[in-house]
């Protein structure tokens, strides 16, 4: 699991980050900052040029 030090200090020094968590979880959603994205979902968004 994510630990929610990590995630706090990531936003502490990359303030615009975009927090991606990519899951074999076939359902897409947000949690809280996090967007927790099924991975065949995330390819096909990285393949576009959807990521960055």
Aim: aromatic share 12%; with cysteine.
């Amino acid at each position: 699991m994510f630990c929610k030090y990590a995630e706090k200090q990531l936003t502490k020094e990359h303030p615009d980050c975009r927090l991606i968590l990519v899951s074999l979880d076939p359902v897409t959603r947000r949690s809280g900052d996090t967007e927790l994205i099924y991975i065949l979902d995330f390819l096909k968004m990285l393949w576009n040029g959807d990521v960055f």
